[in-house]
């Protein structure tokens, strides 16, 4: 049976028992929820990132979407039956899944004010709609982390400029892009299947393109099939190929929009599951998981080795700098938190455009043409960008906080993507 006949038979039958005083039911809330949500996305194009729920649902809001000012009003009414069910009456997972249905819901009403034009602070806009509140560290903070990093680089110029003309002696040549990132995906999912059951239909399409302000892109379609999308406009280094590997794909995006499905939407029932706003707290567990996914698949010099040995060889690089730039790159990881701090001060009005470019380059360490697609970034999506540093650093303290053991630290990780997981449940072991 389809997913979506299978989604619309479940809810006939009324999975959840639990109801509030007027009779509401978390799988009518659900459902108001999914067409809530998409009647967003006709309304503010890209809002959707997936939905693979009844074809029919997503017809009729592009038929006849409300205006904002109703959305806004749906979207508090909902919060507010979501919010009088009786949590005592619901088992430990429903409890979640109305946790999770109240703060997606609280994101949706943040995002709605936005987009009728409400400016909101930066960390006030980050915890509305991704569920945390960032600490924000003066950029100051981060000249001793350069100042480790001048000793990586040594020479004349800008350390801007040395870094990036090292990291350039690393780029994939275009005609053996396809090659290499074949090999490094494959290597993400071998690593990734030993721990982590995916459904034997899986399967992925792989593209290249140009015009974006991001680097990679998963686009999950349902039925454990994703587009993986990895944009060309600026050289691709070596040491992208494994992360995007694994953040795009394997332990990332594609594995947990795929567990989702499988666990929530199919076995459950839970018609909210196939549907993924971006602009919501999940978000911050679909970018910090994938992000942690890379360190989870290739601990230690785990990466380090496999380029060496695989990946240079496809991409026709010399191995002799390949300890150097791992140093580097890991040394420039330190360096995240000034992305947020740059991208908060711009978006309040504190830095002009050519400012913002310029301390990009000198804390991001890279040219300008990297310095400008970064801010591009941050035009369209901004706030959204803590969720890669953030949440990468919450979901490895949870998951480390299992226990030392791969095991151990795997059966984590699948918890976070198979459950209806919020970014406070990152702080509770």
């Known amino acids: ?40 996305g006709e309304r503010e194009p890209g809002y959707i ?16 979407p409300r205006s904002l000012a109703e959305l806004a009003a749906g979207a508090a009414d909902l919060s507010r039956r979501a919010r009088a069910i009786d949590d005592g009456r619901l088992e430990r997972m429903e409890q979640r899944r109305r946790a999770f249905l109240v703060a997606q819901l609280k994101a949706a009403e943040t995002r709605l004010r936005m987009v ?6 930066f960390a006030e806009e980050a915890e509305g709609l991704f569920g945390v509140r960032p600490a924000l560290k003066p950029l100051a903070e981060y000249d001793p982390v350069l100042a480790n990093i ?9 350390l801007a400029e040395r870094v990036d003309a090292f990291q350039e002696r690393f780029v994939i040549p275009k005609n053996r892009l396809e090659p290499v990132f074949r090999a490094a995906i494959a290597e993400c999912r071998r690593r990734t299947v030993a721990h982590i059951k995916v459904p034997p239909e899986e399967k992925f399409t792989l593209e290249f393109v140009t015009g974006k302000s991001w680097g990679g892109y998963n686009w999950y379609k349902g039925n454990s099939t994703s587009l993986i999308q990895v944009n060309t406009d600026l050289p691709i280094r070596i040491g992208r190929a494994i992360d995007l590997g694994c953040h795009e794909g394997y332990p990332g995006h594609h594995v947990y929009n795929m567990l989702l499905e499988r666990e929530l939407a199919r076995a459950r029932g839970w018609i909210e599951f196939t549907i993924y706003p971006l602009f919501s707290p999940q978000s911050l567990l679909a970018e910090g998981s994938a992000n942690y996914g890379i360190e989870l698949a290739f601990p230690g010099k785990d990466a380090v080795t496999f380029e060496a040995r695989t990946l240079y060889a496809l991409a026709g690089l010399p191995t002799a700098e390949v300890e150097q730039y791992h140093a580097l790159v890991d040394a420039m990881r330190a360096l995240a938190g000034a992305r947020f701090t740059i991208a908060a001060d711009y978006l309040e009005g504190r830095l002009d455009r050519e400012t913002a470019i310029t301390l990009i380059q000198k804390y991001q360490l890279v040219s300008r043409p990297r310095a400008e697609q970064s801010l591009a970034f941050t035009e369209q999506y901004r706030s959204y960008v803590i969720n890669y540093g953030l949440g990468l650093d919450m979901v490895r303290a949870h998951v480390e906080a299992a226990g030392p053991g791969a095991e151990e ?3 984590a990780m699948a918890r976070i993507l198979s459950e209806p997981t919020l970014p406070s449940d990152l702080t509770v072991n």
């Open 116 to 121: 009728r034009g409400e400016k909101l602070p």
């Open 409 to 411: 630290r795997w059966a």
């Open 150 to 158: 001048e000793a990586l680089v040594p020479g004349p110029g800008t």
């Open 49 to 64: 990132d997936a939905y693979y729920g009844p074809p029919e649902w997503q017809a009729a809001a592009k038929s006849a």
């Open 1 to 40: 049976m389809a997913l979506a006949a299978w989604l619309l038979a479940a809810l006939l039958l009324g999975g959840c028992v639990a109801r509030s005083p007027s009779g509401d039911s978390l799988d009518e809330i659900a459902k108001d929820y999914v067409q809530l949500q998409l009647e967003i």
